[in-house]
């Protein structure tokens, strides 16, 4: 899977967050919020993403409005299978990775293991 670019990033940053579909309008005013940049430049983004496959959109008056195809977590584990992906030793890899993780989070993947464990025994 591909890293998203900087705007792509922006745009899905603030769907993922607001959890509801946005307007291009309603993108634009709040990324002016803290710089400018123009509308057709977020239409365009947000045209190649639904492109991509990353939002779904559907009218609403005059106006498309956009939604996620992915959570952000789904991103982010697409993002992390990639990067085991480019290991040649995937289970040493793995291993690094955890040496970096937090108790609270090896905490978290010792559940998302036996909730995984739970479901292919059924």
Do not use: C
Not at 67 to 87: F, H, I, K, N
Not at 91 to 100: D, G, I, S, Y
Not at 101 to 118: H, K
Request: net charge neutral; glycine share 6%; aromatic share 8%.
């Amino acid at each position: 899977m591909r890293r998203l670019g900087d705007l792509e990033a922006e745009i899905m940053d603030r769907l993922w967050r607001w959890r509801r579909p946005a307007t291009v309008r309603e993108i634009v005013d709040d990324i002016n919020e803290e710089r400018p940049l123009a509308y057709t430049t977020v239409m365009t983004v947000a045209n190649i993403l639904y492109n991509k496959g990353w939002l779904v959109r559907g009218k609403q008056g005059r106006a498309w409005v956009y939604t996620p195809v992915r959570s952000r977590e789904q991103y982010a584990a697409a993002l992390m299978e990639d990067a085991l992906g480019a290991s040649e030793d995937r289970p040493v890899a793995l291993a690094h990775f955890v040496e970096q993780m937090d108790p609270e989070e090896i905490s978290a993947l010792r559940e998302a293991l036996r909730a995984v464990g739970r479901q292919a025994g059924s």
